[in-house]
Structures are given as C-alpha cells and as structure tokens.
C-alpha cells in the first residue's frame, strides 16, 4: 500500500523571500513540523490507545454504545490506555471497528468491537496479549506474531495499486489537522504557491493526467475548468458535489468523514486553476457528520492560513462554504444544485447556459464531485504519470466503489478501473442465493443480469453496450431471492418521487411506469403493459434533464434481459414471491416460540389471535416480510391465489404523516436494496480466520 506519507520531496525554500515575509514553503514547512512531531506522537503514544471507528456505519452498527462501554470499563479499571478516533477501513460487515496503538507503534485493526467485547480489547491493550484474538482482523502497523498485514485481507486482493484516495483512512484522525500535514497534505497547495506555478499550468496538470469527473457523467476536469478560466467577469464559484443519492453509494461519504481535508485542499487547488474566490460544499442532509467534519476542517484550515485570506502569506484567497443539502436526489444534477444553492426550489434548468456561463447567482461556476476533486492533491503532488499508472486506457486512475446487497462481506475498496467483477463478487464472499442481477450506478443507470458477471469490469466501456452505466461507484449485487418486478416497482417509485416536477414527461411519465409496475406485482398485469411502458420511456426521452431520460433505463433492461419474469408475472405468478398481490403470508407452525415476536413486530396487526391458534389477516398485511425473517420456521411465504384480498391502497402519504394501519404503500417492503450496510451481522469466521497464522 502507498502510504501518503511516502511521496515526494518538501516544496523548494523560496530563496529570495526577505526574513519579515516568510515564503509559502517557509510557512508550510513550520506547519509540517509541528504536524509531524504531533503526529509521530499518535503513532507512538506513551500508553496504548484504543481509537473506535467513528464514520456513519460504524456509528450506525453501534461504535456509539461500543465508546461508552468502553469509556465506563476504562474508568471502572482506572486502566493505562487513552482513547481516540479513526474512521473505518471498509470492511463495513465487521463493523464497529477499532485499533489498538501501541507504543512502539505496533497497530491492530479489531472488529467487530461491541459493549459484550471491549473488556477483551481493554485486556489486550492493557498487557494480556491474545485476549482479543477472536476479534483480530489484521496489522495496520508493525509486526505481531500469528497476525498478517491488512494490505493481505483478502477482501482487499483487488486493491493492486494500494489505497491512493484512501491511503489515510485507519490511520489518521480524520478530525485533526496536523495528521493530515504530517501526511503530506497541503504540501500540493505550498509547492504550487511557492513555486508560481501558473492557473494555466495547474490546469493542464489536470488535462495531462486525464482527470475524469466521478460523478457519473466522466467529463474531463481540466477541460471543464478552462471554462471557468475563460469566463468574461471576475465573479466566479465553485461547487462540490456532495449529494450522492444513489441508493447503495457512499463513496463520497467515505472521503468527507475520512479525509475531509483532501477534498478541501482538492477545491482551494481547482479555485487557484480557475480563478473562483469561493466555494460551496453541497453536502446532502443525511450527511451531518459528513457535514459537521467539512465544517471544523474549512475552520482549521483557516486558522492555519491553509485557507481563507491570503493563503500561506500570498495574495490567494480562497474562502469555502458547506451547504446542506436539500434532501432532494435531483439535487445532485448540477442547475438543480445551483437553484439549491441559492434557497430556490431543487429544479434541474435547461442548457445551456451551464454553469461554466451562468451558475450560482447566475455566476460563472463549476460543479465537481466529491471524489474528482479529492484525487487532484493526488495528481499534483505525484504527477500525471504516476497517476495514469493505474487504470485502463481509457479510464485513469483508481476509484473507490462500495458494493452491497445480498452479499457476506459489504463494503468500499479503492480499485484501479478495469477489476474483473466476478473477482469483486468472490472477495465479497458471493451471492446468499446465487447471483441474479446487478445494480450498478444507482436507479437511473442500469439493471443487468447476473451472468454478466463473467464479462463485467469496473470500467465505463464494459457497462455501455448492454445499455446500462457503470455511474458513481455504487454496486449492487442482487441475489435469487429478489423480484425484479419488485424492484422495479421501487425504482419506478423513487424516480417518480425524485422528479422534479419541471417535465410532464418526467413526472407524467414516471407516475405511469410506476403505476404499471405496481399493478404488475399486484396481479393485475395486462398484455398490453409491456407495449405501454415502451412508450413511456420513448417520452421520457423528452425531457428536461437526465434524471427523466435515464428513468426508463432499469424498466428496459427488465424488459429485454428479465422478459420470462416479466411475462410470468403478466400471467399472475412471482416465483420469488415478494410481489404484494402475488404472494401471501401463512402461519405453518403454531409450535414455534418466534412466531409471538413475530405477531408483535407486524406493522400492521396482520398477525392476529393468540397461542396456537394466530392466523394472517390478507386484508391486513402489507407483506412487509418481517414478520417471516424473524420466525421463518413458523411463517411462509406462499403463492397467493387470485382473489386473495389485499389492504386498502392509498398513494404515498403526504409529508409528515406516517404509515397508518392497513394503507401503507406496499411498495415500502422490505427486501435486498433497502438493507442497511453491514446489516449481516456478525463476523464471518472464514474471512477473519484467513488472516490469522
Ligand atoms: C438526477 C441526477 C443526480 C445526480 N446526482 C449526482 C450526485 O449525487 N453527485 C454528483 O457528483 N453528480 C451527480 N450528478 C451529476 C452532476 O449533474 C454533475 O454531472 C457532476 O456533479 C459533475 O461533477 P464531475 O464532473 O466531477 O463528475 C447527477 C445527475 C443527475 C441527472
Ligand atoms: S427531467 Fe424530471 S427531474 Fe429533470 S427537470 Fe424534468 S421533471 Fe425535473
Ligand atoms: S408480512 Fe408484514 S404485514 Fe404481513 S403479517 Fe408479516 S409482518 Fe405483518
């Protein structure tokens, strides 16, 4: 792995700055120093530390509740070791992580650490070495006997050119400034100032190394940044692209928790490029880490003279904003963005003008994404050479992509561009029930079957012609037990929802589509659907912005690559029984202790009676599946019969009013794409074990 800490050399000493005015690589190199001293100290604190993994999922599979049990046990035991903070290392399914740092700097990544297991992570830091072994996953730093370096976890095989864009994640406080310096960081921003480099220049670096934009639409950024450049007024903005909608992506996320001054200095380089004074950080809502890490980086960068007025006692300034944002998905096309930004209604606008011409206050602007401009430090500090090294011929660099669904091993790995996505898949330990599908770039970018696993790789040209996108770096792997009906009835609703209401091809279009699809899963498919969701997508070509012309693209690849499941289902039968109409739930064990929980977790009442005599309301029963997945001995799914009642539908409730008994949208259930991350459980003994000895 490519530790960031190991490249390049310190930027020139500005030989003919006078000792009052400190050059740039004078006042970088006084910042460096204090960095490092503060940083060789974590590294080698003088007592051991235990740092939790405190990001979004981690916090989300209780890295909370596994602190304060700790905090309690350490005070309990008055116990020599301190606490601190890291994020994850992309092994979501083991989760919540954490390291213990020794003081002679000997490291070792845990999980998943839990309040049941933290007296054994307090044992082994406190001397008992081997009471955590159950829980080890490997060595972020130094040598211990019987433990192999994280760089071998086989669910990182396929990370061949090391972590680049992950490079400090595990192994700084994503919260400190001074190990982001220590590592290098904002060395690119001093050696560009302290050498004069010109915006010309910094933006042919960018044209140079092929920087392509990650957001989806790949448009070169040094290309697009000379837009900027040339604009007639002075005013000019900039944005990051922070609001990752895709269900199943959260690689932006991983770089603003983890990283947040990568992405920072990434921005105050594309404002000296480009001429832009200010930037906003468009960072969606159901980010507020994300938002909050943003926020305390942009406030220590500025103390530091990193950012803000006059950056490193030059005459760039640079100032940056955080913006949330508006929980919209369309709130990630950039002119629905810029009206974000600018307190108007999340509506994508007709180009031109784009916003290299007319942006945010009808400003010249330029949208990046998160990624995009967290890989230009990476490209000045190293070059265009070293950054081409990796990838295909016509995709540069590497990419984090995060995979989940009805796979063991959910997580993020940072891969070149032209991995082999059966070699994905076997490093996520497979499919539960065999591969059925995959969902690759979120719901306007495609929906593929699963034999093409044997052909598929990371790269842009091997999506495209089976008429899907690879998009920003989520994939989804979905298994046998999924309907594709099912999902399309939940990609039908999200895009309709999502739609901004601008085109009444869009909105008209989506609604329709959506409605086919849920009268298909509710049994009442008709031989002319197929021909009548032909045309919606024929018209949905005609709208406004890519949003409505994608949002047939997943309704065809159903229709050309799943037309059997189609048809059967035109014909009254789901196979996988997950479609509402189609499906019924039926008590088949009365014996069986689950089954009260199961009664008691029905959303709707639908398990009705008592002790050996409980029986399923159809009338009642939304077939959420809950009820099956707690007690599957007892509950079945079956094959409903025609005639089967169903609950009353109503359209989805208006905002602010929740679910009420017997009209919950039946498309709210529950299946493989709504499941959280790392929502598995626990460790799988094989992957942890391989590490071992
Ligand atoms: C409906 C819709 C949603 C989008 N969501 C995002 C998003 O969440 N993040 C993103 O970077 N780009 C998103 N895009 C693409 C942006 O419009 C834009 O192309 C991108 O931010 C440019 O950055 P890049 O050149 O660095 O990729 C979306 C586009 C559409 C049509
Ligand atoms: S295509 Fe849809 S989301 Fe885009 S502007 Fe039109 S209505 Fe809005
Ligand atoms: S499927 Fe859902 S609504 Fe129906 S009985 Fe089971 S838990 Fe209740």
């Known amino acids: 792995m490519t530790s960031p800490a190991e490249t390049t050399e310190a930027p020139s000493q500005g030989s003919e700055a006078a000792p009052q005015a400190l050059s740039p690589a004078e006042r970088y190199a006084a910042i460096r120093e204090r960095a490092r001293e503060a940083y060789a100290a974590w590294n080698n604190p003088t007592i ?177 940044w000379n837009f900027l450049a040339g604009a007639a007024v002075p005013e000019r903005y900039l944005i990051c692209n922070a609001d990752e909608g895709d269900p199943g992506a959260w690689v932006n996320r991983v770089l603003l928790e983890g990283d947040p001054h990568d992405v920072i200095e990434g921005m105050i380089i594309a404002a000296f490029a480009t001429g832009a004074q200010h930037g906003f950080l468009y960072i969606r809502n159901e980010y507020p880490l994300a938002i909050q890490r943003i926020r305390d980086a942009i406030r220590d960068a500025e103390a530091a003279g990193l950012l803000g007025k006059n950056i490193l006692g030059t005459e760039f300034s640079c100032t940056l904003e955080v913006i949330r944002g508006a929980g919209a998905y369309v709130c990630g096309e950039e002119t629905g963005l810029i009206s974000s930004v600018q307190d108007g209604r999340g509506m994508p606008r007709v180009k031109p003008p784009f916003p290299a011409a007319a942006g945010v206050f009808m400003k010249p602007s330029n949208v990046n994404n998160v990624e995009t401009y967290a890989n230009v430090p990476l490209i000045m500090r190293n070059g265009g050479d070293w950054w081409r090294s990796a990838g295909t011929a016509n995709d540069f660099g590497t990419k984090i992509f995060s995979f989940s669904g009805d796979i063991p091993f959910v997580g993020h790995m940072e891969v070149p561009f032209g991995v082999s996505l059966k070699r994905v898949l076997e490093v996520c330990g497979g499919t539960v029930a065999g591969l059925k599908a995959i969902q690759a770039g979120g719901p306007l970018a495609g929906y593929l079957p699963g034999r093409f696993i044997e052909t598929l790789t990371l790269e842009r040209q091997s999506f495209q012609p089976l008429g899907a996108l690879m998009g920003g770096g989520g994939i989804v792997f979905v298994g046998h037990e999924a309907c594709s009906i099912d999902l399309n009835v939940l990609y039908a609703e999200f895009v309709e929802e999502e739609s901004c209401g601008r085109c009444t091809t869009c909105h008209g279009g989506n609604q329709r589509m959506h409605e086919i699809f849920r009268r298909i899963g509710d049994g009442g498919g008709r031989s002319e659907d197929r021909h009548n969701l032909e045309r919606v997508g024929q018209s949905l070509q005609y709208s406004n912005c890519v949003h409505g012309q994608a949002s047939p693209t997943i309704m065809r690849n159903t229709l050309r690559y799943f037309e059997a499941e189609y048809a059967d289902h035109v014909a009254g039968t789901c196979e996988a029984l997950r479609c509402a109409g189609l499906t019924r739930f039926r008590i088949v064990d ?23 005599n409980r029986s399923i309301d159809d009338a009642a029963c939304i077939r959420c599946g809950a009820c099956t997945d707690l007690a599957p001995r007892a509950i079945a799914r079956q094959a409903a019969p025609a005639g089967t009642e169903m609950p009353h539908r109503q359209p989805a409730n208006p905002p602010g009013l929740g679910p009420a008994h017997g009209v919950v949208p039946l498309s709210w259930q529950a299946h493989a794409l709504s499941r959280p991350e790392g929502a598995h459980g626990g460790p799988p003994p094989l992957i942890n074990a391989a590490l071992k000895g």
């Open 48 to 224: 051991p530390r235990i740092s939790i993994a405190e990001d979004t999922s981690s916090l989300a599979a209780g890295a909370g509740r596994t602190r304060q049990a700790l905090e309690r046990l350490v005070a309990e035991r008055n116990a020599a070791v301190e606490l601190g903070k890291v994020v994850g290392y992309g092994l979501q399914w083991l989760q919540p992580l954490a390291d213990i740092t020794w003081p002679d700097g000997t490291r070792v990544l845990y999980g998943p650490v839990t309040p049941q297991n933290v007296d054994s992570l307090l044992d082994e830091a406190t001397g008992h070495l081997g009471a955590a072994d159950a829980i080890a996953i490997g060595l972020l730093a130094g040598e211990r006997v019987g433990l192999r370096p994280i760089a071998e976890h086989p669910f990182l095989a396929l990370e061949t050119k090391g972590r680049r864009l992950m490079g400090r994640l595990g192994y700084t406080d994503p919260t400190n400034l001074d190990h982001y310096v220590a590592t290098d960081g904002y060395f690119a921003v001093a050696r560009m100032l302290d050498r004069h480099q010109t915006p010309e220049q910094v933006r042919q670096t960018m044209i140079d190394g092929g920087l392509a934009g990650r957001g989806g639409a790949w448009f070169p950024a040094g290309v697009k």
């Open 590 to 612: 009365q014996s069986d202790p689950k089954l009260a929980d199961a009664q008691a977790i029905c959303p709707t009442g639908a398990v009705v009676g008592s002790a050996g």
